[in-house]
């Protein structure tokens, strides 16, 4: 078994039929994580229980015990992931020691479902950016050209699943953080529709627009993947007790009676980078070839969107980080004697030393949003406008069941080049940002290469719940592609 | 305009210790971005409830039973600082 | 809300107070409002905590089912609209005892509107508006200890019900009286054990002056650490007056909280209202609205107890009891429970009453027992009354077989057979017992009937104590009298 292009399915198997044991295949991993990792910094905490999860699996499997779906798979999770005992940092210095005494639902999830943890991955501080290069754990490397940005906030995801370091990773996505950086670095990743996924443990950036998922490389093993973490959590009252079907038994490449649309205001988009729009053209050539039809929808609220998208997500931010006070766990500044300070400077020093910049923006963004005096004119407005974007979706979700749409005006950037002006790197989103608004489901498949060889993905949009049909697009736009499944030589 | 005695109030409320030079970058950042968000105001919402849960679901809620998953200890073994089982901060006036 | 007229029964040199509480409850859960930890009040240091009440990353709140319930009866019990659909709201400010640095509370969609709660103040009648009541969570606890603060996050997330009056009060006496009777509803109902030491139940009193007859309320402050009714009055007393005083100096009044001290008698001034909090609400987006259908209400409303004033009334108007009777007796549920079943047994309503307030109550008192911890049931109560009411013991033998009752838990039958304390009905051995006492005190007699009519009382006596207490009464002053005439 090549454990380059092993699925899931393909390791569970032979894991389980004994072929190969969860051991070999953990210690495959690591020892290519651990030697090529410095490349790429994509991994924060490397987990020193691995091999032994790897044995106890080993263990149960010669008891004649049932393990899971994914039984021996080795993930990589990013550092927004809670992990029980195992360092969770959000690539912050202000949770640069926490270690937290249970896991996301998420990761209970996987983890029922037999996977080991290599360890946790790099990102964007408290996932706030679209480079990763606003780590406290230093920038990570797009593996196809390390000068360049994997994409964020998931980078470490993507880079670590791009170059085979891990066989599958999760990410989380607010505003297009799964979807952009596999585009940028040519993986599968999956966005659900909101609701889907239990946010329990997950390091909470904007709460109405969070979701986590897949980001690995097929589209079958989104879809199985899927299939283990979805469904109602009883710890978090946002998710909906919507039946999650066997995604990855349903796949299939004819698209006969599949309408996909493309939307008018995303076509009229100045500065779409000349391969970004070749790939994408390609993908509407392969489309039609497996019979699918397709259609114009118009999105008239598109350019409203990223405003919209940094209103609000920075709003909710700015509360959901007011926990990290220097009182509980984390960060705390230097004091001397307790009573020497004030409270109030206590509290400041804490989060102005603990808090990168980008996310000291935010909050200070956010705050002013939600202030007396602007509440109205900005966070409640966003609001209105919100539910009006979600009802376009409706409407367009009437003429077509998925949207076809590029994930990025551009392929990946070079380190450095948007980091000076946070409005231009905003802007960046404009794809991406109305999938979370509306609470629907988004997907990232690599489609194509740059001429300067690095990896374009295209991005499939669906109505709530209709990850089916979104997974069968993205597995017949897969099978036809020349990039498909790529490992990039790091 | 946001203008930095603004960027001070507010990283004040948000208790957040910016420098003076922070301060100026975030006023003509932010600024910027602020601007950009009055497209949203052109937008006629009258009578439009705003969005907060993006996806339809029934609300569901807990069943009143006590649980206990964790010891005191685990719950401050992150503490910065503790005294016992208790979390310990400079003194609350 | 529309400022209804109402009259101030009492003025402060030329001005008028204007006087509003906030009433925070714990309710009565298992669990606490947003997690499942215990609420249990005596715990260790953060034994009742997990990471959801202690905040960290990533934990979200789950709401508590019963809360909802309780709320919903709560203001049912007090008048108020139930809103179908309540939002919840964060209310973001940064204090060490509120570990998410915001509090889970509702805000402009509150679960529970526009109710009204009628008492009695002293000799008057008096109903104040309830503007709302709605669902939040309680903060951590700090102990200071001069140069560190520590924190038990045991209490953050206990379901409280917050109350909020309309500024209707004028005077403490009615601010006190009206705290008395919000906390008997609650406990009437039981979402609340509305204990003011521990904290169950919190009044925070919002006071202001304004010269008689004006229009405009003055500045208002608020009064926190507020634990017993005597100092709701005094605390506001005392706040009245030093408004008064500050306003009379030329002074502005600063629109702050103040915490009462009861060792000195006053207010201080705690922090400055003036740089006022911004507490930037918005709408909880980790929880959906609170939907609640017309069938969740009713059903709600049908499961309500009889509450105290409807009680009272009913004692008055079906039992005939007098209002003071009446209102002592449903101060609490559980007396007013042991009044009525005493008075179905013993079919003697005002039997029932004058024993359950004087002979029960006393007895309660002295062992510093509950009425629940009444080691005399009611049924044997209303027995005992029974028995006096059939002549089968005299009033008198009663009050000792009711100490009995108390000290062994026997039926009153069982008492006054083992103890031999049938009450002597028969006027054949009645007529026997005053012949005999007649014909030993023949002095006595001739000076009776010579005119000392005072000695009738020495006859009395003689008899009872010749009949061990069990002749009838009255029917021994009868014979007695017949055969003293002579």
Redesign the interface.
Known sequence: MDLNTASFKDISQAVKSKKASALEVTQHFLKRAKSLDSKLNSFITFNDKAEDEAKALDARIAKGEDVGVMAGVPFGIKD???TRGLK?T?ASKI?E??????D?TVVERLRKAGITVLGKLNQDEFAMGSSNENSHFGPVKNPWNVQYVPGGSSGGSAAAQAARLAAGTVGTDTGGSIRQPASFCGIVGVKP???RVS??????F????DQAGPMVSCVEDAATTLEVICGRD?????????DVPKFSQNLKEDLKGMRVGLVKEYMTEKGLHADVQKTLDSAIETLKKRGAEIVEVSIS?T??A???Y??IAA??A??N???Y????????TN?E????????D????T???G?G?EV??R???G??????GY?D????????????L?DQYSEAFKKCDVILSPVTTSPAFKIGDRISD??AM?LNDIFTVST????LPGMSVPFGMSKEGLPIGVQLTAS?FEEQKMLNVGYSLEQASSVKWKVANV | M?DTK??EH?????????TEQ?AAE?SK??S???D??K???Q?E?KG???????????????EDKAKKE?TAE??V?????RTGNL??????? | MSNPTIIAPKTYRGYEAVIGLEIHAQLKTQSKMFCADSTTFDAGDNENTS?VS??????????NAHAIEFAIKAGLALGCEIRKKSVFA?K?Y?Y?DL????QISQYDQPICEHGKISFKVEDYDKTVRIERAHMEEDAGKSNHH???TL?NYNRAGVPLLEIVSGPDMRTPQEAAEYARTIRQVLIYLDVCDGNLEEGSLRCDCNISVRKIGAEKFGTRTETKNVNSFRFVEKAIEFEIERQIDAIEAGERIIQETRLWDPDKNRTISMRSKEDAQ?Y???PE????PVIVTAEMIEKYRKDLPELPIARAQRFMSANGLPEYDALVLTTEKDLADFYEITAKISGNFKAASNWVMTEVLRELKQAEKEIKDSPIRPEQLGKLIALIDNNTISGKIAKTVFQEMWQSGKDPEVIVKEKGLVQITDTGAIEKIIQEVIAANAQQVADYRGGRTKLFGFFVGAVMKASKGQANPDLVNQILTEKLKG
């Not at chain 1, 006070?325 to 705390?332: A, E, I």
Request: proline share 8%; aromatic share 14%.
């Open positions: 927004m992931f809670c969770t959000a949770l020691n926490f270690v937290p005494p249970y996301a529709t909101y609701g946010r329990y443990g997950i390091v909470a904007a709460s109405s627009l009883e710890r978090d009252q946002t998710t909906s007790d919507h609220l350019n409203q990223v405003p919209m940094y209103l709003s909710e700015s509360s980080l007011a926990r006070d220097g009182v509980k766990y984390g960060y705390r004091i004697s307790l009573g020497s300070m004030a409270l109030d206590f509290y400041c020093r989060r102005g030393e808090f910049k000291k923006r909050i200070v963004l705050t002013y949003c939600l202030s007396s509440y004119a900005f966070y409640n407005k966003a609001g209105q406008v919100r539910r009006l979600r946070p409005l905003y979370n608004l509306a609470g709530h | 946001i603004a960027i507010i990283a004040k409320l948000a208790r957040l210790y910016v922070e975030f950042q932010l910027g971005v602020v950009h968000f497209q949203i105001a937008v919402t439009i409830e705003p969005l907060i849960t993006p996806t339809d679901m029934k609300a569901y809620w807990r964790f685990e719950m073994s992150n503490a910065p600082q979390f310990t901060v400079p003194p609350v006036v | 990471p202690v905040a960290m990353p990533g934990t979200l709140p789950a709401v964060r973001n940064f060490p570990p998410k640095g915001y001069g140069e560190y924190l911004d930037r609400y918005f987006p980790d929880l959906l």
